[in-house]
């Protein structure tokens, strides 16, 4: 089946999860092709079968470059430890003693899917329940890719600010290397649903950091003001580092600076700087946060 006759397949399927962000109202799938709520708000399903839930144009400097390199930096391997962490969280904190048969996983701030797609994978090796995956991004460049190369997913341009789901419908939710919102993510989790955040730790591909912020207070980054706000919002149950060292050739060297919000504002100098070092192999250092409601 193409990618978005599946998407859309998915789509009426769980039209029931959908909430229009405009005036959160119910939703549901008319002809086919689009998502019209009881105000008659209309979200239409793209080409590729990704919804656009955007209600004004954002800028960032997010661009299509940053999400292909990202793309390709996880089929290289890059983040495979992070993805087997992350699936030992969800097998220990979640699905062990679950009697749930359908699980609702959705990523927050998701870019090209592959983390959530990677995840899913891994799960449905493990267990037989049916796991229902969905991404949100706010930039569509990157959900465009995730579309493009993971049909059984269901992705949404959406700003986490105003998550177009119902409440209480989600049993797992990540949101890795992405900002939060406590009091959606508050909202959209079941009474016992777990939310992992992924941060990155000081030594977090410090290679380039030490090159880039070289005696800036840039040079030294703390997540400590990241774990404090998760805190005041969710109570933790878990908190774990990783930290491992992946070897790079010179493309992976170059992916791994585009697709990493590091190098934004820094000179095109530096950059080469970097190119010219040789980095062959970089630190990847992270921190695991589980939590649950309070
Ligand atoms: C550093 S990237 C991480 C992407 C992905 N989680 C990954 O690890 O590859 C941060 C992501 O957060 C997204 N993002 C930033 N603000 C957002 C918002 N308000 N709503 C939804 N996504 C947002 C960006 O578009 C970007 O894809």
Redesign the pocket.
């Known amino acids: 089946m193409k990618n978005s006759d599946l998407a859309k397949t998915l789509i009426k399927q769980n039209e029931k999860l959908f909430l229009c962000p405009k005036c959160n109202k119910n939703i549901r799938v008319i002809n086919g092709k689009s998502l019209v709520c009881k105000s008659k708000h209309c979200f239409d399903i793209s080409k590729t079968g990704y919804i656009n839930f955007l209600l004004n144009s954002?800028d960032?400097h997010?661009d299509k470059k940053?999400?292909e390199s990202?793309n390709k930096v996880?089929k290289q391997g890059v983040?495979d430890q992070m993805i087997t962490k992350i699936t030992s969280l969800v097998d220990t904190y979640y699905l062990k003693d679950c009697k749930e048969s359908s699980i609702n996983i959705l990523?927050?701030?998701?870019?090209?899917g592959?983390?959530l797609a990677n995840t899913i994978e891994a799960l449905k090796n493990k267990y037989t329940m049916n796991f229902r995956g969905l991404g949100?991004?706010?930039?569509k460049e990157?959900i465009k890719i995730a579309s493009r190369e993971y049909g059984d997913i269901i992705w949404c341009v959406?700003?986490?600010?105003k998550i177009p789901f119902m409440s209480k419908q989600f049993d797992i939710v990540?949101?890795?290397?992405?900002?939060s919102?406590y009091s959606q993510f508050n909202r959209i989790l079941k009474k016992d649903g777990i939310l992992i955040k992924?941060i990155p730790n000081s030594n977090y591909l410090v290679e380039l950091r030490n090159i880039f912020y070289d005696d800036t207070d840039k040079q030294k980054y703390s997540n400590e003001k990241v774990i404090k706000h998760f805190s005041d919002n969710l109570r933790i149950i878990e908190q774990d580092n990783i930290l491992y060292t992946v070897e790079l050739d010179r493309e992976n060297l170059e992916r791994i600076i585009q697709?990493?919000?590091l190098s934004w504002e820094v000179s095109s100098e530096k950059i080469q700087k970097a190119l010219d070092m040789k980095i062959d192999s970089i630190t990847i250092d992270l921190c695991f946060i589980v939590g649950t409601l309070r």
């Open positions: 954002v960032t997010y940053l999400f990202r996880c983040f990523d927050v701030g998701c870019g090209e592959s983390h949100i991004d706010i930039e990157a959406a700003d986490l600010a990540f949101n890795i290397f992405t900002p919102n992924v697709m990493t919000p």
